[in-house]
């Protein structure tokens, strides 16, 4: 589907330029690497940080249920042989809901931990993009490419926005 949709984007792009480009004049080009200028902002160091730290938070919580699976299996091979079957089939399947528990508790930290890193790059991303589309109505530019999304496969004739952008942002 990516695929797809990258393919559309380059005919649209290629039919832009052969068709409509040349009847209206001068078209001006730029393009920008937004991940490296996102790499430049402090906010991305920032945010990094937060996720790096809730992820890290997660993680010793899920040590903890390991640690706890792993106490409850040592103790049950341990007395298994003096258990009667009530209480070796309760241990077992006390064993077995704290395993689908883990299960469930991985799958979902891995969900809330995008989340989160989707919650805290939002505003940067937004940031990056009023930036690019400023510069771009300053220095009259037609099409702003993202070179760092694979789709731009020449660029020779466009000017690297970067700089532009760098000073509309305060970078250095």
Known sequence: MKTIKKGFLL?????????????????KIGYVDSNKLMGMMPETDTAQAQVKRYANNLQNQMKAMAQEYQSKVQDYQSNVGTMSDLIRQTKEKEISDLQQRIQAFQASADQDIQKKQQELFQPIIAKVKAAITSVGKEHGYTYILDVSQGVVLYYANGDNILPLVKKKLNLK
């Not at 005919?11 to 078209?27: D, E, P, V």
């Open 11 to 27: 005919l649209a792009i290629a039919l832009l330029f052969t068709g409509m480009g040349y009847a209206q004049g001068t078209m």
